[in-house]
């Protein structure tokens, strides 16, 4: 097989595109690199989702991306467990910073390491890692 594949970029369903836009840019550091609608008609076609969709779409420091997107009065729901791992300079910091602004922090010791999970404005759920040097 001579196909390769990479994870090129994750997509959210979020309430409020501003605040999620706020949220992932200015604590999780990621660069925002435009935003776009797509119609109510494409969506239907792309996504079945009745309604014209709002998007942002960021890219991460390393590679890869995140959009989130917003469809008026229709909202599909998360499901439990899913999530996306960021992995991140300084995790200790991050963390305090994220306390500070009541973001919710689910964390777990397991073996000798600490797992960590965030979420986000609409509870998306953020794993994040320690970035490995």
């Known amino acids: 097989m001579s196909e390769?594949?990479?994870?090129?970029?994750?997509?959210?369903c979020?309430?409020?595109?501003?605040?999620?836009?706020?949220?992932?840019e200015g604590f999780l550091g990621l660069r925002k690199q435009y935003e776009f609608i797509v119609t109510e008609e494409q969506a239907q076609i792309?996504?079945?989702i009745p309604a014209e969709c709002q998007f942002i779409s960021f890219e991460c420091p390393d590679g890869?991306?995140?959009e989130i997107f917003t469809a008026v009065d229709a909202m599909?729901?998360?499901s439990p467990g899913s999530?996306?791992?960021?992995?991140?300079?300084?995790?200790e910091a991050l963390?305090?910073?994220?306390?500070?602004?009541?973001v919710e922090i689910r964390e777990l010791a397991r073996e000798d390491k600490k797992v960590?999970?965030?979420?986000?404005?609409?509870?998306?759920?953020?794993?994040?890692?320690e970035m490995e040097t």
């Open 116 to 129: 960590v999970f965030i979420a986000d404005p609409d509870d998306n759920l953020i794993e994040l890692k």
């Open 4 to 12: 390769k594949s990479y994870l090129h970029h994750i997509c959210l």
């Open 83 to 91: 999530h996306f791992c960021l992995a991140v300079t300084n995790r």
């Open 76 to 78: 599909p729901t998360s």
């Open 95 to 102: 963390l305090e910073r994220l306390r500070m602004a009541n």
């Open 64 to 66: 890869g991306g995140l």
């Open 46 to 48: 792309l996504f079945n």
């Open 14 to 24: 979020v309430s409020n595109l501003r605040q999620s836009e706020v949220f992932y």
